[in-house]
């Protein structure tokens, strides 16, 4: 039988001041770890593909080589299936919990990678490797709205960005230990950190939004308590504000359009998330090689690499200190600004080396720079606050199922810029790319400026209330 918070005394839950939230960072931190395997996974095919189509049995575990087909299948497949598997998880989390999910999604995976360390067929591998796939995008909606309802106010915007830092590091520590070891030890150290995550899952508590939203008013004083000290029963009585007046239906596309914030809230999340798709991170990344082969400054791919994933992880690290000091907005506009200007300066280089002018001979350091500016400014505003901003602007009720539909946004955006850059490259050159992406971050400004709304330091409250009057 439930009971009522209003008839618990309030000196049962003692009060603690000047408490650092230990707790709240371990919870975090925690749940991060699954982030950090989505990132290993991510390079997987890196090291393997190489070997599943070598004809050496000795380092190929399946009986022949793999066709182009095959491996094209072997690619394409877990991809979609991952993209469609978004709201399937917010689902779960909303019937059975953000912690449960999380538990259920690491078991799953594990067995996924053990199977495909032992696989011996192709159909088998991407049988698995489909699961896996699906996991992952688990991991990221998952950790990402229950990151956003564990962090207290002061901290949200941080915790938020942190999965942009797990990411890279993750891919960094792919990309070393897939390069000493076999196929199948590196899929089984892929799975490292999902029990790593198992072995600390006791300790961890359930999002209290998602326990307020079952009713269960003990449990929440419980979390909150351990969560937010001296400060509980005020965060409990916010969220209580929040609640629906009515008994909400299973939240689905329809409930977020028929509600008027929740509208607000997908359509601004989907439009900085577009943004961001567009801001040309794709083209720097693809191309990073002939950018710098172009430069002839002596640097092997390897090198280049090191020195993007450091840039990039330095530059995250940053993000995580200003995001709540100077607020989501200011980094936003400041970010896409400064893209835009790197933007139109390699547009202008590679515009030169394709008439064959030799403008930049003398030079030949300058793209460098400014891939090196581009990389900074991206990864402390674009590169992680539009996934922070997305958690914060639902409604409790609908987060999770809101943010599931803006990751689809996500994965259909970046495919139609994969597929559309690579032939504008081919037609008009690499310059125009470059361009087109400046005049994106530029029309990003605009919109940004004139719709994203400030959500430093506000509860969930007062960005509804907000939202309201945009």
């Not at 307020?212 to 509980?232: D, H, P, T, W, Y």
């Not at 909400?248 to 798709?277: A, Y």
Request: hydrophobic share 50%; net charge positive.
């Amino acid at each position: 039988m439930e009971v009522e918070v209003e008839n618990i005394p309030f000196h049962n839950f003692e009060k603690i001041k000047n408490r650092f939230p230990w707790y709240m960072y371990f919870c975090v931190f925690s749940a991060h770890l699954l982030i950090t395997a989505c990132g290993m996974s991510t390079t997987w095919f890196l090291p393997v593909i190489p070997v599943l189509q070598s004809n050496d049995t000795h380092i190929n575990p399946l009986e022949t080589p793999v066709t182009t087909l095959q491996l094209s299948m072997l690619v394409s497949i877990p991809i979609a299936a991952g993209a469609v598997s978004f709201v399937f998880w917010s689902k779960i989390m909303d019937k059975f919990g953000r912690k449960t999910t999380m538990d259920l999604l690491s078991i799953v995976a594990l067995i996924s990678l053990f199977v495909i360390s032992f696989a011996k067929n192709i159909y088998t591998l991407i049988i698995f490797l489909s699961l896996h796939r699906i996991c992952m995008s688990g991991s990221m909606i998952s950790v990402l709205v229950y990151t956003t309802e564990i962090s207290c106010d002061a901290t949200r915007g941080r915790m938020g960005c942190l999965m942009s830092i797990q990411v890279p590091f993750g891919i960094l520590i792919g990309y070393i230990l897939g390069s000493v070891t076999s196929v199948r030890y590196f899929t089984l150290i892929c799975g490292v950190p999902f029990i790593l995550y198992l072995v600390l899952s006791p300790l961890l508590s359930e999002s209290p939004r998602y326990l307020i939203s079952k009713q269960k008013n003990f449990e929440v004083m419980k979390v909150l308590k351990k969560l937010r000290g001296n400060i509980a029963y005020m965060e409990y009585e916010n969220m209580r504000t929040l609640l629906p007046a009515t008994t909400p239906t299973k939240p689905t596309f329809l409930s977020i359009i028929r509600d008027n914030c929740s509208r607000k809230s997908f359509f601004l999340g989907s439009e900085i998330i577009t943004f961001e798709q567009f801001s040309g991170i794709s083209v720097i990344i693809t191309y990073v090689g002939v950018i710098f082969d172009n430069a002839n400054i002596g640097l092997k791919g390897n090198e280049v690499a090191i020195i993007i994933g450091v840039t990039k992880i330095l530059s995250y690290i940053l993000s995580l200190y200003l995001v709540d000091r100077i607020g989501r907005r200011p980094l936003m506009l400041f970010s896409i600004f400064m893209c835009m200007f790197s933007l139109f300066i390699l547009g202008v280089y590679f515009h030169q080396v394709h008439i064959g002018s030799q403008l930049f001979d003398n030079i030949r350091w300058l793209p460098i720079l400014f891939i090196i500016i581009y990389i900074i400014v991206y990864s402390v505003g674009l590169g992680v606050v539009p996934m922070a901003f997305t958690g914060e602007i639902f409604p409790d009720h609908l987060r999770a199922v809101g943010v599931g539909y803006v990751l689809i946004i996500t994965v259909l955006v970046s495919a139609i810029v994969s597929f559309i850059f690579p032939i504008i490259k081919d037609f008009y050159g690499l310059h125009w790319c470059f361009w087109l992406f400046c005049i994106a971050s530029l029309a990003g400004f605009i919109r940004i400026y004139l719709t994203m709304p400030e959500t430093k330091n506000k509860t969930f409250l007062e960005i509804q209330n907000m939202l309201k009057r945009i």
